[in-house]
């Protein structure tokens, strides 16, 4: 297995450009989310889904958008992207097995700088 | 609103010695679960303890172990025999039962010195 995998590892924007940011696990999960990590602040929670066609927003959902069409699958989109976007963004995965609490499994991690 | 705080920035250990780290949490949930993540230079998050809130004793991990103090919302993290591969930024997270939705502390910086 390969686990959780997300490309790019760098990439850098000019502000007002678009992408996508994309993830995928092979570990048949139902649950996948991404999140951002800034210094000093922790990882905080953009947008999460429960499974194939089930997205929900986390804490800081402004300026991305996330859609689920498998359960592989969970790109995030940048629409119009802000240097206040530059960050470290990790998608997680776990599988709930009939119930919440099972531990979240993180991908490597994608560096943004937005200029 | 639920949240984590780990209170110590930065910490430093001794080789071979222990080092704990602190975690507190503010929530009205009974049931819930609480992580620690390791973080190296690699940015990779790379989960190290699991306690679940209903279960009275505290997790163990190898050189690993927790203090759940449930009344006091407390979860600290204790590694026993530092090594230098243990340095690393460490994240403590709480997890309510009713969601996926992962809650990180700041994080804690470890330094262990030769």
């Known amino acids: 297995n390969a686990g959780v995998t997300q490309t790019p590892k760098f990439q850098v924007l000019k502000t007002g450009q678009s992408m996508t940011l994309q993830c995928a696990q092979d570990?048949?999960?139902?649950?996948m989310s991404w999140y951002r990590q800034d210094p000093g602040m922790g990882l905080r929670l953009i947008h999460y889904?429960?499974?194939?066609?089930?997205?929900d927003q986390g804490e800081v959902p402004n300026g991305y958008n996330v859609s689920r069409s498998t359960t592989e699958d969970f790109p995030l989109r940048l629409l119009s992207a802000a240097p206040s976007q530059t960050s470290v963004y990790f998608c997680?995965?776990?599988?709930?097995?009939?119930?919440?609490?099972?531990?979240?499994?993180f991908g490597p991690g994608t560096r943004l700088l937005v200029l | 609103a639920q949240t984590v705080t780990q209170s110590q920035p930065e910490m430093s250990v001794q080789e071979a010695e222990t080092v704990t780290l602190s975690c507190t949490y503010d929530?009205?949930?009974?049931?819930?679960?609480l992580f620690w993540y390791k973080q190296p230079p690699s940015r990779q998050m790379i989960l190290v303890i699991r306690?679940?809130?209903?279960?009275?004793q505290n997790a163990t991990e190898n050189r690993f172990s927790v203090n759940f103090q449930k009344a006091a919302k407390s979860f600290s993290l204790k590694i026993s025999d530092s090594q230098l591969g243990d340095a690393a930024m460490y994240f403590c997270?709480?997890?309510?039962?009713?969601?996926?939705?992962?809650?990180f502390g700041q994080g804690t910086t470890l330094q262990v010195k030769p």
């Open positions: 997680a995965s776990s599988s709930h097995r009939g119930r919440v609490g099972e531990t979240q499994y």
């Open positions: 570990m048949n999960h139902e649950y």
């Open positions: 889904s429960v499974g194939a066609g089930i997205t």
């Open positions: 929530t009205s949930e009974s049931d819930y679960y």
């Open positions: 306690q679940e809130a209903y279960k009275q």
């Open positions: 997270a709480f997890l309510p039962s009713n969601t996926g939705k992962l809650i």
